[in-house]
């Protein structure tokens, strides 16, 4: 009994609610069913068009032909649609079928633009294969607009800029492929020829006469042995027989009667006479190498240049000497007579003359002998390093031979691969590769791909109601008067003594009337000011029909 009374005053209450608030929840659920229902009323209609496109494999076997164009097709793809989407592609097909006129119309040709890169939706197909990730076989270019036949027609001309795109990508990689490999066929060939000309040469440089080679050098420096020993058993001699003379020649001067000669003595010039001999034996030992040098060089070798001028210039200087050492006077008695008397010295005998002549012989062929040691060994030198060369030779020989056969390795491998792509181009060219065909041609559709009115009128219904009830929730909670006698009491311990009801006239009943009449004007003012601002923001809004879409979904 207890809850049927609960029920009743529950019931009785919501009742006096919807008494007094009955026309804010009418307004209330008005105001936002009439904007919606305007919405979608007078939202445009937005149709969707999609071409399915088939991935046809390559026809030619791979086993047979090997395709160059290695990149996957999900890659690809997303290549050719940066292609397709291009500003000059898109702005084409707005020109060629007038899309977004009235949005050209208000904002740039930009906006345009980025407008129908939204409106174009790309959707792959993969089936899965067995034991690997999943293969895309097909994909659908799908594209939305107001018109159905010219949405249909755009979609099919962006399928066939995939398919043509493609076949382009496909025949550009196959001939940039061929022409690099070419290229590099080329380089390497050039690099081969190159290295089979030096491989060639050392052979006949070196290896052709090797063996005869290297007796005859092993039979020369033999020989320059054999002469650099003489040399010095003829050094050994000659320094006994300086110092022979030597000995001889201070036990001579060592005799009190000997003095050693100061000046000219016995007609003999002694000053003049050391020049010429020793730049007479230094031209001789000039010639000899120059001889020597001719005998192993050309004239226009630098060395030989250098000697030849070197003995010129000794032969010049040796004539100066000559011209400038003094000759014996004519008249012995009249030269006495004019010049002051010499001082005393002793007579030169004709044994220390001779002894002194042996020794400056003996000295002079120690000298020569030394040049000739010189030169022999650095004979032996030369010949030494030429035998010792012969492992080097070797080595070179080794050396060139590996890079030509790794550099012939190399050409073979690309003249392989170049054939490979010549054979690869000239299948991309005959489209026997991987092609795209359209399998299901876009169709204009009847059926408007959004609004979704149904879904958005239970939505716009649903929403009505929690403003509705919102809205009197919110007036009955900042209403704090007392509606009944019930309340008063529930409020105050202060007995209640009588309730006087509220007295009508027929004043108030006409202000009610004219208030009600106001009211109501009012109310469908605002109705039809939210109807008509509902048809200013919905007629022709397709991104609105877009964010609703979204919201709906």
């Given amino acids: 009994m207890i809850e049927e009374t609960r029920k009743q005053s529950a019931l009785d209450t919501v009742l006096a609610i919807w008494s007094r608030r009955k026309w804010l929840a009418i307004l209330a659920f008005a105001a936002p069913l009439a904007a919606g229902v305007s919405l979608i009323i007078f939202l445009p209609n937005i149709y969707r068009s999609a071409a399915t496109v088939l991935v046809d494999r390559q026809q030619v076997p791979e086993s047979f032909v090997r395709s160059t164009v290695t990149s996957a097709l999900e890659t690809r793809l997303q290549t050719i649609s940066q292609e397709v989407l291009s500003r000059s592609r898109l702005e084409a097909l707005i020109n060629r079928f007038n899309l977004y006129a009235e949005l050209r119309k208000e904002a740039t040709l930009e906006e345009a633009i980025g407008r129908m890169r939204g409106d174009i939706k790309l959707e792959l ?164 190498d120059l001889e020597t040098a001719r005998s192993q060089f050309t004239d226009r070798y630098p060395d030989v240049v250098k000697l030849a001028a070197e003995v010129a210039a000794l032969e010049r200087e040796f004539a100066a000497a000559k011209a400038r050492a003094p000759k014996p006077a004519a008249n012995p008695t009249t030269a006495a007579a004019s010049s002051p008397p010499p001082p005393p010295v002793s007579p030169v005998t004709p044994y220390v003359l001779r002894l002194k002549e042996a ?25 030494q390093q030429r035998v010792d060369n012969v492992p080097r030779r070797e080595q070179e020989f080794k050396e060139l031979s590996r890079d030509y056969e790794s550099t012939r390795e190399l050409y073979a491998s690309l003249l392989k691969r170049y054939e490979e792509a010549q054979l690869a181009e000239s299948m991309e060219q005959r489209q026997q590769g991987e092609q795209f065909r359209v399998l299901d041609p876009a169709v204009p559709n009847t059926q408007p791909a959004a609004p979704n ?57 006409y202000r009610r009337g004219w208030r009600m009449r106001l009211a109501a004007s009012a109310a469908l003012v605002g109705l039809v000011a939210i109807v008509g601002l509902a048809y200013i923001a919905a007629n022709g809004n397709e991104r609105l029909v877009g964010l609703l879409a979204r919201v709906a979904s």
């Fill in 453 to 509: 009115r149904v879904r958005l009128l239970l939505m716009t219904l649903a929403a009505a109601v929690g403003v509705a009830v919102g809205a009197v929730v919110l007036r009955e909670n900042i209403d704090t008067s007392f509606h009944g006698v019930d309340e008063l009491r529930a409020f105050t311990e202060v007995p209640v003594l009588v309730s006087i009801p509220r007295i009508v006239t027929r004043t108030d009943l």
């Fill in 125 to 288: 197909k993969s089936a899965e294969l067995r034991g690997l990730r999943e293969a895309t076989v097909a994909f659908t270019i799908s594209y939305q607009g107001r018109e159905p036949t010219t949405v249909a027609l755009v979609a099919n001309t962006l399928a066939s800029f995939y398919n043509e795109a493609n076949m382009k990508a496909r025949e550009r990689q196959a001939s940039s492929t061929a022409e690099f490999l070419k290229a590099q066929l080329a380089e390497t060939k050039k690099r081969l020829d190159e290295q089979e000309e030096r491989v060639s040469g050392f052979k006949r440089r070196h290896l052709g006469e090797l063996p005869q080679q290297m007796e005859t050098n092993l039979a020369t420096l033999d020989r320059l042995h054999a002469q650099l020993r003489q040399n010095a058993d003829s050094q050994t001699r000659a320094a006994e027989r300086r110092q022979a003379l030597s000995s001889q020649l201070a036990e001579v001067e060592s005799f009190p009667a000997y003095a050693p000669l100061a000046g000219p003595v016995a007609g003999l010039p002694a000053l003049g006479v050391a020049e010429p001999t020793r730049l007479e034996q230094e031209l001789a030992q000039k010639k000899k």
């Fill in 359 to 383: 020794l400056s012989e003996v000295q002079t062929e120690l000298k020569v002998l030394k040049t000739e040691e010189g030169r022999l060994r650095e004979g032996i030198g030369t010949y």
